[in-house]
């Protein structure tokens, strides 16, 4: 299978809209991660159907859970995921890609202009730093344990919005160390299409 005939039935399977050219933009992305991580080392994967599976799809699972919402921060953004997928598919979402490693957030840029995406804003440094944002949803990947991702990010998520958490297995031990101004709105079981991995989504709120 091509990458573009995996990406299409993935997002099938998954019972998402793309159109033809989110799925052109969202391949040219990962070529450039390929071609930048030589460099940059942004991923341990090097097999195209892999990124496929482990970072479009992976990532597109937000998708359903960003209904409604205006601004979004992608802390500990990394390579770019879940946040330039995101954006890709919500051209009308002002999203705000967080990394404190200078390399990546040059990467960042670098795919954001290349890739057209004038809703996207880059910030290079720690969660702590940022004061000049409030966003809707507050989403991470692999970035840190649940207690602390909403204790850093508290100051920036606005009122009635939500974390949303991109996790492996269901993250029991993280959940019991919650503070208790946090609450637990759910956690959903994902299945990622070409991927043999536990993933569970953790929508958060304050209380």
Known sequence: MTPTQQLQSGIQALGLDLSAEQQTLLLAYTGLLKKWNKTYNLTALRDEAQMVSHHLLDSLTLLPYLQGAHTMLDVGSGGGQPGIPAAICRPDLNITLLDANTKKTAFLQQAVIELGLSNVRVVSGRVEA?????????????????????????????????WVAMKGVYPEEEIAKLPDTVAVERVEALHVPGLDAERHMVVLKKV
């Open 130 to 162: 940022v004061q000049d944002l409030q966003a809707d949803i507050i989403t991470s990947r692999a970035f840190a344990e649940l207690a602390d991702f909403v204790n850093w990010t508290a100051h920036l998520l606005k009122d009635g919005g939500r």
